[in-house]
């Protein structure tokens, strides 16, 4: 299955906002409503920020929002903060091929 | 609170058989609600997944590795394991196992480990 789309990097000031797209097609994006974000940070695992579009686990702050729309999903940071600058990940279910992982952006906090 | 821990030689020679195993703490192993996954990052790469194990034994392997890969589980020891035969310095990576829910979310990573392949 290929890859998700996203942009290799995104940048913003502190206190501004910044979106992170994520483009897909009908079959995974497009056609669920399970698009999961990530952040990384150099050298530790993962971390679940967003799941089923729009949801946050617990313990994240509410300065992430997700969105969607047709084939492309989008993260949201508001509010941003020197802690944020870091490596973000989509995923989507896919159905049966399921397991599809965007190219990542790096988020820099200038 | 779940806990994943990885744990596996960090150097395996090419042609040989890397062998990881995830050991998972503060939560079952044999509930169907979720799938246990592995996935990889290469050096300064991008996120792969390889696989995920159901807890009846069912196993999805992604096409590129299909061939060369072996996921099983263990409940009474809480664990689920990777091998992959016949290695070469492409499959020098970060190796992460997760937590994955039904429809794909990874809600609880082990924090990785580093496998060489090297003579």
């Known amino acids: 299955q290929s890859a998700l789309t996203q942009p290799p990097s995104a940048s913003g000031s502190p206190g501004q906002s910044v979106t992170i797209s994520c483009t897909g097609t009908s079959s995974d994006v497009g056609g669920y409503n399970y698009v999961s974000w990530y952040q990384q940070h150099p050298g530790k695992a993962p971390k679940l920020m967003i799941y089923e579009v729009t949801k946050r686990p617990s313990g994240v702050p509410d300065r992430f929002s997700g969105s969607k729309s047709g084939n492309t999903a989008s993260l949201t940071v508001s509010g941003l903060q020197a802690e944020d600058e870091a490596d973000y990940y989509c995923?989507?279910?896919?159905?049966?091929?399921?397991?599809?992982f965007g190219g990542g952006t790096k988020l820099t906090v200038l | 609170q779940v806990q994943l821990q990885e744990s596996g030689p960090g150097l395996v020679k090419p042609s040989q058989t890397l062998s990881l195993t995830c050991t998972v703490s503060?939560?079952?192993?044999?509930?169907?609600?979720?799938?246990w996954s592995w996935i990889r990052q290469h050096p300064t790469k991008g996120l792969e997944w390889i696989g995920y194990i159901y807890y009846d034994g069912n196993t999805y392997y992604t096409p590129s590795l299909k061939s060369r890969l072996s996921i099983s589980l263990d409940t009474s020891k809480k664990q689920f394991s990777l091998n992959l035969y016949s290695v070469t310095a492409t499959d020098t990576a970060v190796y992460y196992c997760?937590?994955?829910?039904?429809?794909?979310?990874?809600?609880?990573w082990g924090q990785g480990t580093l496998v060489t392949v090297s003579s």
């Open positions: 503060g939560g079952s192993i044999s509930s169907g609600d979720y799938y």
């Open positions: 995923s989507s279910y896919a159905g049966s091929n399921w397991g599809v």
């Open positions: 997760a937590r994955t829910s039904l429809y794909g979310v990874l809600d609880y």
